[in-house]
């Protein structure tokens, strides 16, 4: 199993520049998690999904949209950046059953806005 | 208030030295514990994880959890220079989302 994969690992953007950070992963896992990781600041949730065609917001949403049309792929969409949105974004995965709920991270993207 | 808070150091020990990395947390209704350890320039994994009052031992590593006083700790024993990283705390109860600490960055000094 390759596990949680992400790409790109490192993105320059422009302001008001779009794009898409991509995660997949092959655990047969339903609950699927978008972070960023700031200095210092922890892991802020962005987006989750709790299966194909079900995604929720989290603590930090605005800027950012998600979609699931499969249990393997939870893509997150980047409008228009700023400079704010300059981070470390992690993907992350869960089984549904099962405690404690112990999520699998992937390797991250390392996103910077100019 | 934040519901989890962690003292994010950073932190300095020589090898050898035992470390003591803490979290305290403000929702009672918290039942499990978590310790993730994230390596410079990659994705936190698990490392131990508990949900009862009392310690729990892996190896080096020993979670403690203390319900009454809603505080969390991981004390690694013969600390090595491997053991260099950010050491996140999480807890969650149910099904309910994971809420993580801010971390705090470890360095071991050979």
């Known amino acids: 199993n390759a596990g949680v994969t992400q790409t790109p690992k490192f993105r320059i953007l422009k302001i008001g520049q779009s794009m898409t950070l991509q995660c997949a992963q092959d655990m047969n896992h339903n609950y699927m998690y978008w972070y960023r990781q700031d200095p210092g600041m922890g892991l802020k949730l962005i987006y989750y999904s709790v299966g194909a065609g079900i995604t929720d917001k989290g603590e930090v949403p605005n800027g950012y949209n998600v979609s699931r049309s499969t249990t393997e792929d939870f893509p997150l969409r980047l409008e228009l950046a700023a400079p704010s949105q300059t981070s470390v974004y992690f993907c992350?995965?869960?089984?549904?059953?099962?405690?404690?709920?112990?999520?699998?991270f992937g390797p991250g993207t390392r996103l910077t806005v100019l | 208030q934040k519901e989890v808070e962690q003292d994010p150091g950073p932190l300095s020990v020589p090898e050898g030295a035992i470390v003591s990395l803490n979290c305290t947390y403000s929702n009672s209704a918290f039942q499990y514990f978590m310790w993730y350890r994230q390596y410079s320039r990659k994705g936190p994994e698990l490392l131990m994880y508990t949900y009862s009052s009392g310690n729990k031992e892996d190896g080096r590593f020993t979670a403690q959890v203390d319900k009454s006083s809603k505080y969390i700790s991981l004390f690694i024993r013969d600390s090595q220079p491997s053991d260099s990283a950010t050491y996140l705390c999480a807890m969650h109860f149910g099904n309910e989302k994971l809420t993580f600490g801010t971390g705090t960055r470890l360095t071991i000094i050979p």
């Open positions: 992350a995965s869960t089984p549904t059953s099962g405690v404690p709920h112990e999520q699998f």
